[in-house]
Nanobody, 121 residues
């Protein structure tokens, strides 16, 4: 019923930039918090950045000042602008959205399939 599709990952040199996008589609009444997570090999998935429907943001400490999360509510899309990338930013990046499919429905978290970001030194 609901799908999240990410795009924008790839290979970039250290110091470069990438912009990730994630669009939700399907039966959607309302999207609340949207967020980006990442998971590197052998590590737990971690929150990178989150944004409320009203635009309040939060960031993991190591990306503050380098990454910017934003969203377009009309397009059901969240973005992650990543600048000054470092090799330690390499991971699979996942988007997550808290979605109600109708007025009476519970809110559930939906995940995208992930997009690989690789930063070479």
């Amino acid at each position: 019923q609901v799908q999240l599709v990410e795009s924008g990952g790839g290979l970039v040199q250290a110091g470069g930039s990438l912009r990730l996008s994630c669009t939700a589609s399907g039966t959607i009444f309302r999207i609340n918090v949207m967020a980006w997570y990442r998971q590197a090999p052998g590590k737990q998935r971690e929150l990178v950045a989150g944004i409320t429907r009203g635009g309040t943001t939060n960031y993991e400490d190591t990306v503050k000042g380098r990454f910017t999360i934003s969203r377009d509510n009309a397009k059901n899309t969240v973005y992650l602008q990543m600048n000054t990338l470092k090799p330690e930013d390499s991971a699979v990046y996942y988007c997550k959205a808290a979605i109600k499919t109708s007025f009476y429905a519970y809110e559930y978290d939906y995940w995208g399939q992930g997009t690989q970001v690789t930063v070479s030194s």
